[in-house]
């Protein structure tokens, strides 16, 4: 069993909204920063957004700034990126990460950071 599930992508126009969803319950290791990332077509994977979660503290790259927003729920096992205004450079593949963290800024949006990788969800944004 993988131990980051991701779920919630899908088609969308632009304009238009999605949150997708983390689930984190089965890593066992510590996990204080879950963070998610984007890989358009044939490009490198860019982290969009992170979360500290013992404060829920949050990142994000200037490109989803305003646009996307990244929460946990209460038990902390489920990370959601909520995201609006959506683009159609938007379009992609979208994983989430978890590490023990240690780091925040952009050091936090890399995928050096990241140890554990869900098998990522298919967001597509149309004209």
């Known amino acids: 069993l993988a131990e980051l599930v991701e779920s919630g992508g899908g088609p969308v126009q632009a304009g238009g909204s999605l949150r997708l969803s983390c689930d984190v319950s089965?890593?066992?290791?510590?996990?204080?920063?879950v963070a998610w990332f984007h890989q358009p077509p044939g490009k490198e994977r860019e982290g969009v957004a992170v979360i500290y979660t013992p404060r829920g503290s949050t990142y994000y790259a200037d490109s989803v700034k305003d646009r996307f927003n990244i929460s946990q729920n209460n038990a902390k096992v489920t990370v959601y990126l909520q995201m609006s205004s959506l683009k159609p450079e938007d379009t992609g593949m979208y994983y989430c990460?978890?590490?023990?963290?240690?780091?925040?800024?952009?050091?936090?949006?890399?995928?050096?950071?990241?140890?554990?990788w869900g098998q990522g969800t298919q967001v597509t944004v149309s004209p």
């Open positions: 089965r890593v066992s290791l510590r996990r204080d920063l």
């Open positions: 990460a978890a590490s023990k963290g240690g780091v925040w800024g952009d050091v936090a949006l890399s995928t050096n950071t990241y140890h554990l």
